[in-house]
Nanobody
């Protein structure tokens, strides 16, 4: 088990920034690839970004490339998502996930999921 807890969501105006965090419990955090996903009302959950266990490889959805940055601090068991130039269409519940992923499976499937944090971007 890898309990995950997201934080950092909130209400922000278009063009603003937010930094999401995902805190993991246990000693196995550094073994897992990590990802961020989001789900808007009435829509399916979609991939946002992923990072390898070492942090050496990162992957992004086209919709967020150049605006969002995923990173991790294995010493702190924490995953981050820096979101800049936010748009109303970024409004969603954001979830972090952990799994035994690699360069071919960074979109999933993931084994462990957090409860999510709401991000709302006003126009």
């Amino acid at each position: 088990q890898v309990p995950l807890v997201e934080s950092g969501g909130g209400l922000v105006q278009a063009g603003g920034s937010l930094r999401l965090s995902c805190a993991a419990s246990g000693r196995t955090f550094s073994r897992y690839g990590m990802g961020w996903f989001r789900q808007a009302p009435g829509k399916e959950r979609e991939f946002v970004a992923a990072i390898s266990w070492s942090g050496g490889s990162t992957y992004y959805a086209d919709s967020v490339k150049g605006r969002f940055t995923i990173s991790r601090d294995n010493a702190k068991n924490t995953l981050y998502l820096q979101m800049n130039s936010l748009k109303p269409e970024d409004t969603a519940v954001y979830y972090c996930a952990a799994g035994a992923t690699n360069s071919r499976s960074y979109r999933g499937p993931y084994d462990y999921w957090g409860q999510g944090t709401q991000v709302t971007v006003s126009s």
